[in-house]
């Protein structure tokens, strides 16, 4: 089937936080939304049409999770990234974010220490400091426009007696980084040794692009996958996280029944009634749609890539993964807020502060380009336009 990513589809009026709730984030009513990370692409038809097959029966009662679950999920990772999946490692919960919410809860206690990887996605920051735990932030390193670890210091801190949990955002966002094998294994042993839990958020995993390939950490690190917690989802892939589905993958019994009863406990192990059948057909009938939707991203970021050649105070580090650029304003010789009110007030688009993924992103800002050329034309034609008057007022 051939897919169209070129129709611009209006969602104000259709209760997108991007679209509609933009006015609560940004001080510019007129701001053109790129921030939040859904797509502006129609939903594979799949999709579509299974929400539309269950929404026609007139009764929308409970929902449970189908034996269907487990085994797209295991196909899934098996077809696109190699990794056997027993079905019964398989949890269901609504989102990434609140499994990590959860591990953090279960694994650790008031006090302790969570070790993240800034600038990293926010609520990375907001699950360990709103439960009370303490951030401990191995950032990474920007050097010759692109980011690295810094493994003596995530050495360090893995080896704190307070150290508990390592939360892994595996391909990174929001700097775009597919992780080495060697990287990861790294990663992983220094864990080990010092008894520090992996969870390693791969919500991104299937927008990698050619050149690169995601490793899944668990797949990689077999031999240490019972210390290992992953989080998968069909979200970014397929544009359905309003759905709220995913999956927490946990091969060691113990582990996994811990993180059971407490997802249980509150209730987040039940799905709403359109979830499963979206999740299913997605995984099972969609991957054309994905292939030719990296195939089009690709494109939007090479087109951004060129309008800034004529930007030169604003730098593209390039993504391997996501679909989210993280651009460097060093160059305008801004600081701060002054940045972001940049993007807002005078080009009048609606993006990220970098100093929302931790205050190692001040100065930069994060845009999304999952959205027809004819939006992204128009957004960087503000952007050049804002940036040129900018430069003769200096």
């Known amino acids: 089937m051939k897919y169209d990513f070129e129709s611009v589809i209006p969602r104000k009026g259709t209760g997108s936080t991007k679209w509609d709730h933009v006015t609560m984030r940004v001080s510019n009513p007129d701001a053109l939304p790129l921030w939040v990370a859904d797509s502006d692409f129609r939903c594979p038809e799949p999709v579509v049409e299974a929400v539309r097959r269950r929404a026609a029966h007139p009764i929308y009662g409970y929902a449970y999770v189908p034996e269907e679950f487990y085994q797209v999920t295991a196909d899934w990772l098996k077809k696109r990234h190699g990794w056997q999946v027993d079905q019964e490692w398989v949890l269901f919960c609504p989102g990434v974010v609140p499994a990590l919410a959860m591990a953090v809860q279960v694994f650790t206690e008031p006090g302790d220490e969570v070790i993240i990887q800034r600038p990293v996605y926010h609520p990375f920051t907001n699950v360990v400091t709103e439960s009370s735990r303490r951030v401990s932030s191995n950032s990474l390193v920007y050097r010759d426009g692109q980011y690295h670890i810094d493994f003596e210091d995530f050495e360090r801190r893995a080896a704190s007696p307070r150290a508990k949990v390592f939360l892994l955002c595996n391909p990174h966002n929001p700097v775009g980084r597919v992780w080495t094998e060697e990287e990861l294994i790294r990663l992983v042993r220094i864990c080990v040794r010092n008894r520090v839990l992996i969870v390693s958020d791969e919500i991104h995993a299937d927008l990698v692009y050619p050149g690169y390939s995601h490793r899944v950490l668990a797949h990689v690190a077999f031999k240490w996958a019972d210390q290992i917690i992953t989080c998968h989802a069909p979200s970014k892939t397929f544009n359905i996280p309003g759905l709220a589905a995913s999956s927490v993958i946990i091969s060691d019994p113990r582990v996994r029944k811990r993180m059971e009863q407490a997802l249980s406990a509150i209730h987040m192990n039940v799905p709403n009634a359109f979830a499963m059948e979206a999740y299913r057909a997605a995984y099972s009938q969609c991957e054309d749609y994905l292939e030719q939707q990296i195939s089009y991203l690709q494109d939007n970021i090479s087109y951004v890539e060129t309008c800034l050649r004529q930007m030169p105070g604003i730098r593209l580090v390039r993504p391997q993964a996501t679909y989210l650029l993280w651009l460097d304003c060093t160059g305008m010789g801004l600081k701060g807020e002054e940045v972001t009110g940049f993007f807002v007030e005078e080009a009048a688009l609606a993006v ?43």
């Open 352 to 394: 990220n502060p970098g100093s929302l993924f931790g205050p190692e992103g001040e100065c930069f800002v994060r845009m999304n380009i999952a959205c027809p050329r004819e939006i992204l034309r128009q957004a960087m034609s503000q952007l050049k336009n804002a940036y040129e008057k900018r430069r003769n007022v200096i």
